[in-house]
């Protein structure tokens, strides 16, 4: 259902960065929805030389003492279906939607809550796929997005709570 991608053996990728094969990417820290009502702007989550906090690894770019999320790559940018050099990192699913493997670290065992929406338009909620049997730290999840657009995602640990947002497009080798 999800692809297996592993940076440093630990956190999951979302998307890489590619020349023509993704939608245009307008200035650091936004990106433009072409044809939508207003080419309206995704303000996204840009982590690109922001220093990690201790005490998790420092792949989970974002968060706090208690959560954290790998955002990678750290531009806020999710592009699925295949890419220019030929791999996948999320997949786009038979009625559109689109799997996103993201990983988490936790200061405890228990499972994180993930929850997000749609920023830009109208769409059903984020599904967040959270199994059981982490340890403390690491926590792999699948995340589907209904469909493409500017998303806002929420997680939240043992009190504590971080968001992001993120642009999820389609590879113009996908369509």
């Known amino acids: 259902m999800f692809p297996a991608i ?3 053996g630990v956190s999951i990728v979302l998307a890489v960065a590619a020349t023509d094969a993704i939608e245009p990417f307008s200035s650091r820290g936004t990106t433009t929805h072409p044809g939508s009502a207003s080419d309206s702007v995704c303000r ?9 906090p201790d005490p998790a690894e420092p ?10 999320v790998a955002l990678a790559p750290p531009d806020g940018r999710v592009v699925a279906g295949l890419l220019p050099g030929g791999g996948m990192r999320a997949t786009i ?4 939607s689109i799997d996103a493997k993201v990983g988490w ?15 830009d338009g109208d769409a059903a909620p984020l599904r967040a796929h959270v199994p059981s049997g982490y340890s403390a730290g690491f926590q ?12 806002r995602v929420r997680g939240s640990y043992g009190g504590a709570s971080l968001t992001f947002t993120v642009h999820v497009t389609r590879s113009r080798l996908s369509r």
């Open 59 to 68: 792949s989970f770019n974002h968060g706090n003492e208690t959560i954290r």
């Open 140 to 151: 792999a999840t699948g995340l589907t997005f209904p469909t493409t657009g500017c998303w």
């Open 6 to 8: 592993a940076i440093a």
């Open 93 to 96: 699913n038979p009625d559109g």
């Open 105 to 119: 670290w936790r200061a405890g065992s228990g499972r994180p809550v993930i929850t997000g929406g749609r920023i």
């Open 44 to 52: 996204v989550t840009d982590v690109r030389g922001r220093p990690v």
